[in-house]
């Protein structure tokens, strides 16, 4: 498999060089799709705060791609839907951190949790 990323600078805007535009994939048997998962431990706590659930998603993400033997490498889009518009820093300095500066498309909503302790959600779409 090939990931070739676009991140045009001609007729769009800067993407700031932590997320392209677009990540072309060639080659791939298969795709997973990652339902969007929350920072709860697995007796479904949740973290006690945005930087302890940003580390459980990230485990929760690797032990889910792992089951379908995958690894962050294999991460190729990814949605952040967080509780409060402030959490985006820390939300997409773990998103760096945890794909090892790797660059993929990523979008970041701004949402009501189903859960009021849930402060952000994250899926991802993995290619192999």
């Known amino acids: 498999m090939e990931l070739v990323p676009h991140d045009p600078t001609d007729g769009v805007y800067a993407t700031g060089g932590d997320w392209v535009h677009a990540m072309e994939v060639r080659g791939a048997e298969r795709f997973l799709f990652v339902s969007g998962t929350m920072g709860l431990d697995p007796a479904g706590n949740p973290g006690a705060d945005l930087a302890g659930q940003l580390d459980l998603i990230w485990a929760n993400i690797r032990a889910i791609l792992a089951s379908a033997g995958m690894t962050v490498d294999n991460v190729v889009r990814l949605t952040s839907y967080l509780r409060d518009a402030s959490y985006a820093e820390a939300n997409a300095a773990a998103r760096v951190a945890a794909l ?28 192999g």
């Open 100 to 127: 090892g500066g790797r660059a993929v498309p990523t979008t970041a909503i701004v949402a009501t949790t189903l859960v009021s302790d849930w402060l952000v959600e994250i899926e991802v779409i993995a290619a």
